[in-house]
C-alpha cells in the first residue's frame, strides 16, 4: 500500500483503533453458567456413592456460582444444590453411625 492509498481512505483515520476508548462493558451469557450448573449436578450425584467429603462441598460452591450468574438451567442447578447438601447429609450419617468416615456395606 502506498502513502496515496492511506490518505484517500479517511474512514480510517475517522475510527480509533480497537485499544482506544473505554471498554464496552463485557456481557456474560447465560451459557458461562450452564457449565457449572450441570457440574454441580454430576458433582453432587456422584458425592452420593463415593468421595462425599469433597464432592458435597464442590457441588455446593458450583451451584452456587451458576445461580448468581443466572444460569437457564436453573433447574439443575438448585437439583445440584440439593445434591450437594445430601451429600453432607450422608457424610454426617456416617461419621455418626460409624464414628469414622468409611463406607460398609457387609453386616
Given at each position: 500500500?502506498?502513502?496515496?492509498?492511506?490518505?484517500?481512505?479517511?474512514?480510517?483515520?475517522?475510527?480509533?483503533?480497537?485499544?482506544?476508548?473505554p471498554?464496552?462493558?463485557?456481557?456474560?451469557?447465560?451459557r458461562?453458567?450452564?457449565?457449572?450448573?450441570?457440574?454441580?449436578?454430576?458433582?453432587?450425584?456422584?458425592?452420593l456413592?463415593?468421595?462425599?467429603?469433597?464432592?458435597?462441598?464442590?457441588?455446593?460452591?458450583?451451584?452456587?456460582?451458576?445461580?448468581?450468574?443466572?444460569?437457564?438451567?436453573?433447574?439443575?442447578?438448585?437439583?445440584?444444590?440439593?445434591?450437594?447438601?445430601?451429600?453432607?447429609?450422608?457424610?454426617?450419617?456416617?461419621?455418626?453411625?460409624?464414628?469414622?468416615?468409611?463406607?460398609?456395606?457387609?453386616?
Open positions: 500500500m502506498t502513502l496515496t492509498a492511506i490518505a484517500r481512505r479517511p474512514e480510517a483515520a475517522a475510527r480509533p483503533p480497537a485499544s482506544c476508548g471498554a464496552a462493558p463485557a456481557r456474560r451469557s447465560t458461562d453458567a450452564d457449565g457449572p450448573a450441570v457440574a454441580s449436578f454430576v458433582l453432587g450425584l456422584v458425592g456413592l463415593v468421595m462425599n467429603i469433597l464432592l458435597g462441598p464442590a457441588a455446593i460452591v458450583m451451584a452456587v456460582l451458576a445461580l448468581v450468574r443466572s444460569t437457564s438451567r436453573r433447574g439443575r442447578a438448585l437439583l445440584g444444590l440439593a445434591l450437594g447438601i445430601a451429600d453432607l447429609v450422608v457424610l454426617a450419617l456416617l461419621v455418626t453411625g460409624n464414628g469414622f468416615v468409611a463406607w460398609n456395606f457387609g453386616g
